[in-house]
């Protein structure tokens, strides 16, 4: 990478870096400390700039980095994860969105805690949701590294060691001091710079192939070294029936797994009404089907303009291919355009890492201080006091996210996520659909339904190729693996829905009919939501 490019990425990084810190200083001087202030913005976001927000919460690293990548890598498979990111958006719609606004207050613990005993449910609920928000946060900080790694020349793991390192003292400064008030704002202008990017990429790219898309796709299968395979299904989960089964694995976790995920579900809460938060949804949808819509377009471009050798050269996952395409539609390497775009693509991915990680961190810190510590504190304890936990629990979120992000440096960050999904799905979207619609559904149940989602997704990643037995592996000089899919969702999934149904019928507490029917009430028409 040449000097000019170095510089003016590093010029608009910084830029970036001093908008955000900008944003968060001024929101932090607005701010009166409360805890619906900290962790929902007071509730004052309209339903156009909530979707915006949960866009631009959604379309992360891993949208714009690891998916093109995948595609410029292995063509039709990985248009999964475009597709699946995708439709999950619909069972957020239709059975999630304006329920869990009418029923929870800040977390989704508060949505199984209105018609159960609060503490086993809030430990499990909040230990469930920090779990998965460092599993995705670990996502975003590879994209990070693997970025500016490239930027710089591709200089190893130094680099990318730094910038983890860098990213997430940046995500805990914007937590800590400006809440989910900054949080959004940062959000917002992220969405508007990615969605900005994206397009001008996929004009470009379609101006290249003359808005021919049969020869992109064409001249994508050529450049692939896989020739027709390239376009059909199989490359990469078609070989035998394992890796099918891995496809279906993770399509199930892709399509459940954004019902379950803290960070989008604490967003519901940042605007005024149910009304609002369903049509919150639907600006999201519009944005985030456009975008995923370009995403195609971009992987297929990587693999035809830049080659699916150069992509795999520059980085082994295929995270660089939205940078490298940038490159050379701009003109190539030594040409100024090259240069600009490259450097503005570049400022966009880091401004959309930045982003995300601030809000995942928000929504993991709010499960440590209002279900967690909240469930063990003294009943004399201020309100204040539990900001103040959640700003400490943002540092402590921090430092696990940013060591587990130097251990994972090397793994795809699309498929980093799809393992976050596939937890969320697990152990989170069991415990929500049974509380807002069974009607029998006890404690019991919602603490055996969130661990036993939990805990086999876990130790299913632990047995898997991802941690062990190939070359590709956390580990690859150890060899412990006893489960064969990359994606545990196939198993777990179900576990979660089976324990939660088990914990239930082997109760001993008759379930509170009294509840139920005040939560559906409160789901179904929003009487008595906060």
């Known amino acids: 990478m040449t000097g000019n490019h170095q510089t003016l990425a590093?010029?608009?990084?910084?830029a970036v870096v001093a908008v955000t810190l900008g944003i968060t200083t001024w929101v932090s001087r607005n701010r009166h400390g409360s805890a619906e202030e900290f962790y929902a913005g007071g509730r004052l976001f309209s339903p156009m700039e909530n979707g915006f927000a949960i866009a631009g919460d959604y379309m992360s690293a891993a949208s714009f980095l690891g998916i093109s990548g995948l595609i410029a890598l292995f063509g039709y498979d990985g248009l999964l994860y475009s597709v699946g990111f995708l439709v999950a958006w619909l069972v957020v719609l239709f059975l999630v969105a304006e329920l869990v606004r009418n029923c929870g207050r800040f977390t989704l613990a508060d949505v199984v805690a209105a018609r159960m005993r609060e503490r086993p449910v809030r430990i499990a609920a909040g230990t469930s949701s920090v779990t998965v928000s460092v599993l995705y946060l670990v996502a975003q900080m590879v994209g990070a590294g693997s970025l500016v790694a490239l930027l710089l020349g591709g200089t190893g793991g130094a680099v990318q060691a730094w910038t983890v390192v860098g990213v997430g003292g940046l995500m805990v400064i914007y937590v800590s001091l400006g809440g989910m008030r900054a949080t959004t704002w940062i959000q917002i202008v992220k969405a508007v710079l990615l969605m900005g990017g994206a397009i001008t990429l996929t004009v470009l790219v379609l101006v290249r192939f003359h808005g021919d898309f049969d020869q992109l796709l064409r001249t994508a299968a050529q450049r692939s070294g896989h020739g027709a395979a390239f376009l059909a299904p199989g490359l990469k989960y078609g070989g035998d029936w394992t890796s099918r089964l891995d496809f279906i694995s993770l399509g199930l976790?892709?399509?459940?797994?954004?019902?379950?995920?803290?960070?989008?579900?604490?967003?519901?809460?940042?605007?005024?009404?149910?009304?609002?938060?369903?049509?919150s949804v639907i600006w999201s949808i519009g944005l985030i089907g456009s975008f995923y819509l370009m995403t195609i377009v971009l992987g297929f471009g990587a693999a035809a303009v830049v080659g699916s050798d150069a992509v795999r050269g520059s980085n082994a996952a295929?995270?660089?291919a939205v940078p490298l395409l940038a490159l050379d539609l701009g003109g190539g390497p030594d040409s100024t355009g090259g240069t600009v775009l490259f450097a503005v693509v570049a400022a966009v991915a880091f401004a959309t890492i930045l982003a995300v990680v601030a809000g995942i961190t928000l929504a993991s810190s709010a499960s440590v201080a209002h279900d967690l510590y909240a469930s063990w504190r003294r009943p004399d304890a201020k309100p204040r006091s539990e900001v103040a936990v959640a700003r400490v629990a943002a540092v402590g979120i921090g430092v696990v996210a940013i060591a587990l992000g130097l251990l994972a440096k090397d793994l795809n960050v699309a498929f980093l996520v799809g393992l976050a999904f596939a937890v969320a799905a697990s152990a989170n979207l069991p415990v929500l659909l049974y509380s807002l619609f069974w009607r029998n559904f006890t404690t019991r149940g919602a603490v055996w339904s969130v661990y036993g989602g939990l805990g086999p997704a876990l130790v299913l990643v632990l047995l898997s190729p991802v941690v062990s037995g190939s070359p590709t592996s956390l580990f690859p000089g150890v060899d412990f693996q006893l489960f064969p899919l990359e994606n545990p969702g196939l198993v777990s999934i179900p576990l979660g829905f089976l324990a939660g149904w088990i914990g239930t019928i082997t109760s001993t507490e008759p379930p509170d009919e009294a509840k139920h029917a005040e939560t559906e009430v409160r789901a179904l028409t929003g009487a008595g939501a906060v």
């Open 10 to 14: 590093l010029v608009l990084f910084s």
């Open 253 to 279: 976790a892709l399509v459940l797994g954004t019902a379950g995920l803290p960070h989008i579900l604490s967003r519901f809460y940042t605007v005024p009404t149910a009304r609002a938060a369903r049509r």
């Open 318 to 320: 295929g995270n660089t």
